[in-house]
């Protein structure tokens, strides 16, 4: 079983070595939206700092989104999917690497160029930290429950915009407590309490959405 | 023994097959056939388990094979019409992959050996034909000679004569249970023929 879950994610990551533009696509695109908002609004340096943390999870959220379509997409279409159905390993535990993969090369990221977006935005350095543990925390959980769009609206013509509407609405905790962690550690009050909810909800996530995105996908791949 | 009982198949409002029911010993070979549209891949698809039927039952040594699931899926080895091979790897990583994910762990000779028998270069498969692609996907069956049960959908598409031999020996010394679907005769001896539609 672990030898089907370390295959898993290094086949993924070798697909993705293999065609670096999509991870690239990916960072660029959290890199541009974000930088568009001083661009529109304004360099004001305090109002600036007052809307970062909202903005770069809005558009954390938006890249993870952007990705997710491709997760299952590319292996119905090539008929790899049907040899995971088939596989050795119950269909949750391949659709957990899979995700676990997707964190790795959609989330990590973004996880990692937040300080520098956070400097773009005059943000305090002790709430780098901060910024960057609320989106380590809360990515996950957005490629976990993204899995379970992807899933359901596999095959499905405008599937794309589907997929959007879907997963969206389900995104809003994970936004409101992960933008909640910055705004609350900036006010001096800590927002530890934001990270332990959103760590509770990675847990929560990672038991229960591999196994909701498995039975997804035996109802989409018949 | 695969079994299946009473199988309706419906797709999209069209009824494709309806009360079909056969029964595998070890060693059958089946071949399906039929005019296009007439239910031979939904009827391997059931048979993997892949497509549930409308009505009807399959049925592995006596056990649904809804319950036994991964269990069956060691049994068994299914190659479908897409290939089943990433563009983007080459013939031996797709090779690796995909006996690592249905639980064998074949050596790099092994690997080696079972694409050499098809005559695959190890290149990335993009720059395949399609009918290279094809060996490459043909190629897993050499990894698993001992897996009792065989379905090839259209195993010999897209393959020259020399592939089709190659494929028809390996069929042939099968020692499990073949169920295939071609609209041409292979001329294999001992097989026996549902025809749909």
Wanted: charged share 15%; with cysteine.
């Amino acid at each position: 079983m672990l030898a089907i879950v370390r295959c898993m994610v290094c086949r993924e990551l070798l697909l993705a070595a293999r065609r670096r533009g999509d991870v690239a696509t990916i960072l660029l695109f959290f890199v541009v939206v974000t930088s568009l908002f001083p661009l529109g609004i304004g360099a004001e340096p305090n109002r600036l700092r007052e809307i970062a943390p909202g903005v770069i999870w809005v558009a954390a959220l938006l890249s993870s989104l952007l990705s997710l379509k491709r997760l299952f997409e590319n292996d119905h279409a090539d008929g790899t999917l049907e040899q995971m159905l088939l596989g050795a390993a119950p269909l949750g535990v391949v659709v957990a690497a899979k995700t676990a993969a997707h964190w790795l090369l959609a989330g990590l990221p973004l996880v990692a160029i937040s300080p520098l977006i956070a400097l773009q935005y005059g943000l305090a350095p002790a709430l780098y930290g901060v910024l960057a543990l609320s989106l380590a925390l809360g990515t996950p959980v957005l490629s976990l429950i993204g899995a379970i769009g992807a899933a359901l609206t596999l095959g499905l013509r405008g599937g794309g915009v589907l997929l959007a509407l879907l997963v969206l609405p389900l995104y809003v905790p994970v936004l409101i407590l992960g933008a909640g962690a910055v705004e609350m550690a900036s006010a001096g009050a800590g927002g530890e309490g934001q990270l332990l909810l959103l760590g509770a909800m990675l847990a929560v996530a990672a038991v229960f959405a591999p196994w909701a995105g498995a039975a997804a996908l035996r109802i989409s791949s018949e | 023994m695969l079994e299946a009982r009473g199988l309706h198949c419906e797709r999209g409002g069209r009824t494709l097959f309806r009360d079909l029911s056969l029964s595998l010993e070890s060693g059958a070979l089946l071949r399906v056939t039929g005019p296009n549209g007439s239910g031979k891949t939904s009827l391997l698809r059931i048979l993997c388990g892949l497509l549930s039927p409308s009505s009807g039952a399959v049925t592995w040594s006596g056990s649904p094979i809804e319950s036994l699931r991964e269990e069956y899926a060691r049994q068994l080895v299914y190659l479908g019409h897409a290939p089943a091979v990433k563009d983007d790897l080459t013939a031996h990583e797709n090779l690796r992959i995909s006996a690592v994910l249905a639980g064998i762990s074949p050596s790099k000779e092994s690997i080696q050996e079972a694409l050499a028998r098809f005559d695959v270069p190890d290149a990335p498969v993009r720059k395949l034909s399609q009918g290279q692609k094809r060996r490459a996907a043909l190629a897993r069956l050499c990894l698993s000679e001992s897996a009792p049960l065989w379905l090839l959908d259209e195993p010999f598409t897209a393959l020259d004569s020399k592939g089709t031999e190659i494929l028809k020996e390996l069929i042939a010394s099968h020692a499990g249970m073949v169920v295939f679907s071609t609209h041409q005769d292979p001329g294999l001896a001992a097989t026996r023929t549902l025809e749909l539609g």
